[in-house]
C-alpha cells in the first residue's frame, strides 16, 4: 500500500533552519504531484508548497515565500522542505501529500494520500 513517511522535524530557534522529507512507496512517485501541508493546534490545515512531478514547478503560500522551499529526487522517491529564517508560527505538525493529477493545488481535498506528519517547533 502506498505510503507516506516525514522526518526531520524538532525544536529550533527562530531564524534557524531544518529540512524535511518524506520518502514515498506503493507508488510511481515520478507520476505524483506532491505537497506539504501544517497544521497547527487550534487551527485548520495550511497549505505550504507543492512541486510538480518533474520539479520544474513549485507553489507556495504566500506566508513561506522566500524562507522554504520544496525540492525532490525521483530517484530516491522523496520530497523535501528546506525551512530557513524559521519563525514561532511556523511551529505545526508538517504533513507531505500525494496527489495523481498534474495540477498544483493548495485544497488539501485534491490530494489522495497522506504522511502521518513530524513536528517542527521554532521557539523564540
Known amino acids: 500500500q502506498v505510503q507516506l513517511v516525514e522526518s526531520g522535524g524538532g525544536l529550533v530557534q527562530a531564524g534557524g533552519s531544518l529540512r524535511l522529507s518524506c520518502a514515498a512507496s506503493?507508488?510511481?512517485?515520478?507520476?505524483?504531484?506532491m505537497g506539504w501541508f501544517r497544521q497547527a493546534p487550534g487551527k485548520e490545515r495550511e497549505f505550504v508548497a507543492a512541486?510538480?512531478?518533474?520539479?520544474?514547478?513549485?507553489y507556495y503560500a504566500d506566508s513561506v515565500k522566500g524562507r522554504l522551499t520544496i525540492s525532490r529526487d525521483n530517484a530516491k522517491n522523496t520530497v523535501y522542505l528546506q525551512m530557513n529564517s524559521l519563525k514561532p508560527e511556523d511551529t505545526a505538525v508538517y504533513c507531505c501529500?500525494?496527489?495523481?493529477?498534474?495540477?498544483?493545488?493548495?485544497?488539501?481535498?485534491?490530494?489522495?494520500?497522506w504522511g502521518q506528519g513530524t513536528q517542527v517547533t521554532v521557539s523564540s
Open positions: 506503493g507508488l510511481t512517485f515520478s507520476l505524483y504531484t
Open positions: 512541486i510538480s512531478w518533474n520539479g520544474a514547478s513549485t
Open positions: 501529500a500525494a496527489r495523481i493529477e498534474y495540477s498544483l493545488e493548495y485544497s488539501s481535498s485534491q490530494y489522495d494520500y
